[in-house]
């Protein structure tokens, strides 16, 4: 092995440590600044009722039609026990064919997984959060096409 190969192969974890703790330092910077929208601009969505305030960004973005995609949910100035996220069509008076995952990714930090929404048109998305023992509902409304 030449010399300059073992400095590569010595080298080249060191550098990847170095991404890693650059990475894991830029998250733990958006999870300490959870009300933050400016780093999705136009993406991030804000609901408030009662006091409880969330902001919810979906991936990808815009929504999808008939395409499955995921919502970051991010609870402001509290933090949330639990997460249910669900969504109707108000005007047609049904639901979603898929029932929503969510999991805790951090404090008031939420990520939900297998929506879909299969027509086009207004869905409204529900989130039943759960503060200091009772249970908030929050709503938004969003047009898809």
């Not at 600044?33 to 991936?59: F, H, M």
Request: proline share 7%; with cysteine.
């Amino acid at each position: 092995m030449t010399a300059g190969v073992r400095v590569w192969l010595v080298a080249l974890p060191l550098c990847v440590g170095a991404l890693a703790a650059g990475t894991g330092a830029a998250f733990a910077q958006a999870a300490d600044a959870p009300c933050d929208v400016s780093a999705r601009p136009g993406v991030w969505r804000e609901v408030k009722a009662e006091g409880v305030t969330l902001i919810y960004a979906p991936t990808p973005a815009p929504i999808p039609l008939d395409r499955h995609f995921e919502i970051d949910v991010r609870l402001c100035g509290a933090d949330a026990t639990a997460l249910r996220v669900d969504a109707e069509m108000p005007l047609h008076r049904h639901g979603m064919n898929y029932r929503a995952t969510v999991r805790r990714a951090g404090p008031g930090h939420f990520v939900a997984t297998g929506l879909l929404f299969h027509m086009p048109g207004r869905w409204r998305v529900v989130f039943d959060v759960d503060v200091a023992g009772r249970t908030q509902r929050l709503a938004d409304e969003v047009d898809v096409e």
